[in-house]
């Protein structure tokens, strides 16, 4: 059974530090990762998706990289800004079983 | 092209009510998905769905629940007797087949 963890569940960070959220996950038989940032009370906006096939994606300050074989993937978000504060959601699409597994989330807060 | 549309987008509904949610897929979309976040919690699957099929449902709840994907017309997840522990926000996703999966805004319920 698939199961998504990320770390840390919460973080606070001053403005202007880069920063590193993990996710890992148990069974490699992926078809694709994603990344969504959650604001509270709103719905989900896709950051990266990387395909199994692939290791990284890069986006503006954002960076997630992908190792299938460790389950593991993280997103690296650089000089980080107050308006990066939100919730970020790892996302798993398990082709076989048609539905994605998330984590329950890091809760980043960062500090102007 | 229009993302995945949901409606309402909040919900208020007293004990013993019923709740019909509704997901209108991306243009070409034929494979729906809905999933529930609960307070505090990450985005659970609920039930995989293709026009007029339902294909996985085995995150729903076995009482109450039930869930639509018709010829024409939006799916609807429809929620009968609501209680207190079926507030939460609802997320419908849309595919073109066994692919990426494309997350609408959500409505949230809530149960007076």
């Known amino acids: 059974k698939q199961e998504v963890t990320q770390i840390p569940a919460a973080l606070s960070v001053p403005e202007g530090e880069n920063l590193v959220l993990n996710c890992s996950f148990t069974?490699?038989?992926?078809?694709?990762l994603q990344w969504f940032r959650q604001d509270p009370g709103k719905g989900l906006t896709s950051l990266l998706l990387i395909q199994s096939s692939q290791r990284e994606q890069t986006s503006g300050r954002l960076n997630a990289s992908l190792d299938k074989s460790s389950g593991r993937s993280t997103l690296y978000i650089a000089a980080s800004q107050p308006g990066d504060s939100a919730t970020y959601l790892c996302a798993v699409y398990v082709g076989g079983g048609f539905k994605t597994i998330f984590g329950a989330g890091t809760r980043l807060f960062v500090k102007a | 092209n229009a993302g995945v549309m949901q409606n309402p987008r909040h919900l208020v509904r007293r004990r013993g009510q019923e709740a019909r949610l509704r997901c209108s897929p991306m243009?070409?979309?034929?494979?729906v998905y809905w999933y529930r976040q609960l307070p505090e919690e990450g985005l659970k699957f609920m039930v995989y769905?293709?026009?007029?099929?339902?294909?996985?449902e085995s995150g729903m709840p076995k009482e109450r629940f039930s869930a639509e994907f018709p010829k024409e017309g939006p799916s609807i997840l429809r929620i009968q007797q609501v209680v207190r522990g079926d507030s939460a926000a609802y997320f419908c996703?849309?595919?073109?087949?066994?692919?990426?999966?494309?997350f609408g805004p959500g409505t949230r319920l809530t149960v007076l």
């Open positions: 069974d490699s038989a992926i078809y694709n």
């Open positions: 996703a849309s595919s073109k087949g066994p692919d990426t999966q494309y």
């Open positions: 243009k070409g979309h034929s494979h």
């Open positions: 769905l293709q026009k007029e099929n339902i294909i996985d």
